[in-house]
């Protein structure tokens, strides 16, 4: 099944530029400066977030909808659905529940409006949102009046929860097949990576500091084709995030036809680091807002 996967966000949990690098001048951050002066600069990243999108579906799955969700929609998809095809959000599919995977649900409830005429503000048909029970805890209480079903008094949403579970197993979501793949987001805290296909050609594992076992043992059972990774920072370890350095190992031990880096902060320079990676094998490079890839899963 030939499908495109679109990266929203390939940031990190910030997005960039970073704030305090616009605030404070004398930080003198070029990547930031990159992303303030030029909206379309590959260093202009915000939280990370995928959109899949399978032929002749005017409707795709989101994975993730953090915190520049608002911004991603504005910059990336709002030009892709008036270039190619109308963007109507069929599922949303959760990888934990930080600000930066959830941060922008709110904005949900404008997404379910463009499936109605441009006059009619009631949202006729609910959404589900996938994702483990412990995630949906904490949507019940951020996000309650986006839930019909959670009783709160004025509802503004119409989204409908869909448990998925927390362990290696495998689901089907609007006809893709996708494996679902427990990793490490700093301690004890369980992330969930996803590798879409009956093969898990296409592997997304956004938030991690750390493989478990008898995950690293299942992904190796996989046909990897594109595996997307985390990866903060260039060397420096990080409590909840691989470095680059780090990934790299994990590309290598996979051995995916392609990989691709998201995840990024301020210390990694789209053109720089992509120079760096040159001859790569497996070859790497950084992922970046807008980028699509089209393969058959």
Known sequence: METKFVFLGTGCSNALPNLRHVIQKEANCSVCESAVRDMDSKNRRGTPSLWVQTPNDEEGLLVDCGKS???????????????????????????????????????????????????????QSPTPIY???????????????MFRDE?????????????IPCSISRITIDNIPIHLLPVLHGGSYVSLGFAFGENGSFCYLSDVNNIPTETMDYLKTLSIKVLVIDALRIEVKNYS????????????????????????????????VNESLRGHDPPTELAFDGMEINISI
């Open 69 to 123: 969700f608002y911004d991603s929609v504005c910059r990336v998809l709002s030009q892709k659905a008036h270039e190619e095809t109308k963007f109507r959000i069929s599922s949303v599919l959760l990888t934990h529940d930080h600000m930066d995977a959830v941060g922008g649900f709110d904005n949900l409830r404008e997404v379910q409006l463009t499936n109605q005429p441009i006059n009619d503000w009631t949202i």
């Open 241 to 272: 995030h691989f470095s680059l350095k780090e990934s790299l190992q994990i590309i290598k031990e996979l051995n995916p036809t392609r990989a691709l880096i998201t995840g990024m902060c301020c210390e990694m320079d789209h053109e720089t």
């Open 151 to 163: 009783g709160c008094g004025r509802v503004v949403g119409n989204l409908i929860h869909k448990t």
């Open 131 to 145: 994702c483990t029970d412990e995630t949906f805890s904490y949507l019940r209480k951020v996000y309650g009046y």
